[in-house]
């Protein structure tokens, strides 16, 4: 069983900066992908961002240029670089772990831009 923790998340004022983190314990088998997911209030979950295991990433076309996603797979983490926020990208965002064909969710964390 995998269990991924995010952290990082808060207030922020528009134009501002946040980083996430999704730490991803419980397996001694390694991760292969891990990717970021959030959902706003009334909204789907939509995809962030994605971190292959060899550090391929990729990103929707609306978030490219502003958000950076990296990882440390010594530490099973994975890390969202989030700049020049927008009200827009307030949500709650998850973290998704795949191991061995199995995914896993974190329990969120929430995102706040405003002033």
């Known amino acids: 069983q995998v269990h991924p923790v995010e952290s990082g998340g808060g207030l922020v004022q528009p134009g501002g900066s946040l980083r996430l983190s999704c730490a991803a314990s419980g397996s001694s088998l390694s991760i292969d992908n891990m990717a970021w997911f959030r959902q706003a209030p009334g909204k789907q979950r939509e995809f962030v961002a994605v971190?292959?295991?060899?550090?391929?990433?990729n990103y929707p076309n609306s978030l490219k240029g502003r958000f950076t996603i990296s990882r440390d797979n010594a530490k099973n983490t994975v890390y969202l670089q989030m700049n020049s926020l927008k009200p827009e990208d307030t949500a709650v965002y998850y973290c998704?772990?795949?191991?061995?064909?199995?995914?896993?969710w974190g329990q969120g964390t929430q995102v706040t831009v405003s002033s």
């Open positions: 971190i292959t295991s060899g550090g391929s990433t």
């Open positions: 998704r772990a795949v191991v061995a064909g199995m995914i896993y």
